[in-house]
């Protein structure tokens, strides 16, 4: 069954099952388990599915068939996603307007509107701000429309690298404290994603603390002797991709085992997947936590 609601149209769980050729008992189920896509009901108890629902089921379902991922961590994905959506309208329409504006410039290739448009973002917020919580959502949802087959890889990686290069000149920029320990920032083997690890990298440069920033992929093995020469004292890892978490694992344990004084720090979507004895050194949240974080840190 088909009702319209608000002029929002809704449609009934036969109807959805048959739209996505998801079982009706598997959306019932999907719904009690993960409490992610939730119908809103009628009166009488009858599920009714916006058109958003249905785009989300179909996303659930094609990352389960083509890509192999368990339902659970498709499900944690689409949560992130949405979390995000909510932040940034409670934090203020105000970034969601710079986000919606930016993303639809540089889907369309409209290079100069899309940097005005951040010009302007950067004179009206602290540039931490902007990539937290302008690029980074920007980010998340090509990502999701990606997934939907609403934006090509050509779109992906240019809004990508367009974003990333409006970041890179302000960890250039930064200095420096020389009387401060210094930190080695990569990514972990076979990951290319590094936006997330560079946010993190101008972070500690802008309280002084100075980052040898390896960026993607970097073998593991190579990096022991870059660490003693300069005296490193702390290792920050971005994961995104869960399958190079046991070699991550190894290094840690390698250099702990050494006898090496020196501390780890693992964020990044994948460092959920950390071993239970290496939770410990995974980073969560944003911006905030961080600060409480380095506040923790005498070291630092
Ligand atoms: C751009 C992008 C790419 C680019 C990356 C370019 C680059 N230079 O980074 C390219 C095109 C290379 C790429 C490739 C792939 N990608 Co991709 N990619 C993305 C996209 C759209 C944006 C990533 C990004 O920059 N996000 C913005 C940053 C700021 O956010 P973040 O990474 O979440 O980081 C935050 C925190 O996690 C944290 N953090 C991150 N690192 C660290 C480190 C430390 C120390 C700390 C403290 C914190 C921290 O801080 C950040 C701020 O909050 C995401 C979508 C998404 N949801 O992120 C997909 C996404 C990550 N990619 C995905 C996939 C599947 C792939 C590919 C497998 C696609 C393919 N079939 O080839 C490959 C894998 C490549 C590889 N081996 O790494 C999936 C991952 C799904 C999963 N893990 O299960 C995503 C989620 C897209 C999706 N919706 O499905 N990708």
């Known amino acids: 069954?088909?009702?319209?609601?608000?002029?929002?149209?809704?449609?009934?769980?036969?109807?959805?099952?048959?739209?996505?050729?998801v079982p009706e008992v598997t959306l019932r189920s999907w719904e009690r388990r993960y409490k992610v896509i939730n119908p809103s009901r009628s009166q009488g108890g009858a599920r009714y599915y916006t058109k958003e629902n249905i785009e989300d089921i179909i996303w659930i379902k094609k990352q389960k068939d083509e890509r192999g991922i368990t339902v659970r961590q498709a499900m944690d994905l689409l949560k992130e996603i949405k979390e995000m959506k909510v932040e940034s309208t409670i934090t203020g329409s105000s970034y969601e307007e710079h986000i919606e504006e930016i993303l639809n410039f540089l889907t369309e290739y409209q290079t100069e509107q899309a940097t005005k448009q951040i010009n302007l973002c950067f004179s009206m917020f602290d540039f931490e701000e902007v990539f937290h919580h302008i690029f980074t959502p920007i980010l998340h949802r090509v990502g999701y429309q990606w997934e939907?087959?609403?934006?090509?890889?050509?779109?992906?990686?240019?809004?990508?690298?367009?974003?990333?290069?409006?970041?890179?000149?302000?960890?250039?920029?930064?200095?420096?404290d020389p009387m401060k320990p210094k930190a080695v920032a990569l990514c972990a083997p076979e990951e290319l994603h590094n936006v997330g690890l560079l946010l993190f990298s101008l972070f500690l440069k802008r309280r002084g603390i100075d980052v040898l920033f390896l960026g993607q992929s970097t073998p593991t093995e190579s990096l022991l002797p870059l660490i003693h020469l300069n005296n490193v004292q702390l290792v920050c890892i971005s994961i995104t991709m869960e399958e190079s978490i046991s070699q991550v694992e190894t290094f840690i344990s390698d250099l702990l085992s050494k006898g090496t004084n020196i501390d780890f720090v693992i964020g990044g979507a994948g460092a959920k997947f950390l071993s239970e004895p290496m939770q410990k050194y995974r980073l969560k949240g944003d911006l905030e936590n961080w600060k409480k974080w380095l506040n923790s840190r005498s070291k630092l």
């Open 1 to 21: 069954m088909t009702v319209q609601k608000r002029g929002f149209l809704l449609f009934g769980i036969k109807k959805v099952s048959e739209l996505t050729g």
């Open 148 to 176: 939907n087959g609403k934006l090509s890889v050509a779109q992906e990686h240019f809004i990508c690298n367009f974003l990333q290069r409006r970041i890179f000149p302000f960890f250039h920029d930064l200095y420096a």
